[in-house]
């Protein structure tokens, strides 16, 4: 569903993403985990056709990000961390636009609105400017608007900043539903207790580079993932201090 090859990303002299190869696969939650810095976000603004990028390519569904990016986002939703809607509209005419971009039946939009809406019990807001909306609800229209539009692929960054524990607690249920219909999503997180408890797979970066890749018992074997991660993350330090 998602596969990156070889993706090197610079900023000037520094490589904020140095030679990346991931593999999501249909069906699949696959937790991205690191630092502030590490790269988490440039690659999955890559990914979503946001930030060209210096080697390497992207491919969504098989297709090529470089060859037909509009193909590639026809079929993928990203959601950043610090979802920037257009605070003019309503919540529920920020949705039908989401939703008139995809070309979504007015009765599948309709039904699928209704589902999530009272499911993030936000229904009663959906009149309302998204200007006068908390981070949380803002954050909920901009989930509502990923599923909206059967994507194949869903990127979320840091999807559970700024949701209560209810929201966060129904987002993780309604991405395994996504995923057990054929679906697959790719999500960073600083969280490690959710990704090793909710994702089939993760990948650990440090620096711009590929520290671990795998299932959860892959990846940590008889350590807990914390310990993992801290390790990874001296290893760096004292690499840097060498």
Do not use: W
């Amino acid at each position: 569903m998602l596969r990156i090859e070889n993706l090197t990303k610079s900023y000037g002299s520094k490589k904020a993403v140095d030679d990346l190869n991931l593999h999501i696969l249909p069906g699949e939650i696959y937790g991205f985990i690191g630092h502030n810095g590490a790269g988490k976000t440039t690659t999955l603004k890559a990914a979503a056709g946001i930030h060209d990028f210096n080697e390497g390519d992207i491919y969504i569904n098989g297709v090529s990000i470089k060859k037909d990016p509009m193909l590639c986002k026809k079929n993928i939703a990203y959601i950043p961390d610090n979802p920037d809607l257009y605070d003019f509209m309503t919540g529920i005419g920020y949705l039908n636009f989401i939703a008139d971009i995809y070309q979504v039946s007015k009765e599948e939009r309709e039904e699928k609105i209704a589902k999530y809406a009272d499911m993030f019990e936000i229904t009663k807001d959906l009149a309302q400017p998204l200007k006068s909306y908390s981070h949380g609800m803002k954050q909920k229209i901009a989930l509502i608007s990923a599923f909206i539009h059967n994507p194949k692929l869903i990127m979320l960054d840091e999807p559970f900043v700024g949701l209560d524990p209810k929201a966060s607690f129904l987002l993780k249920e309604t991405m395994r539903e996504f995923c057990n219909d054929g679906g697959a999503i790719f999500f960073s997180t600083h969280v490690l207790e959710v990704a090793e408890k909710l994702c089939d797979k993760i990948a650990i970066i440090s620096g711009g580079k590929l520290k671990a890749a795998g299932t959860i018992d892959e990846v940590k074997g008889d350590e807990s993932l914390i310990e993992v991660f801290l390790e990874l993350d001296k290893a760096k330090e004292d690499e840097a201090n060498a």
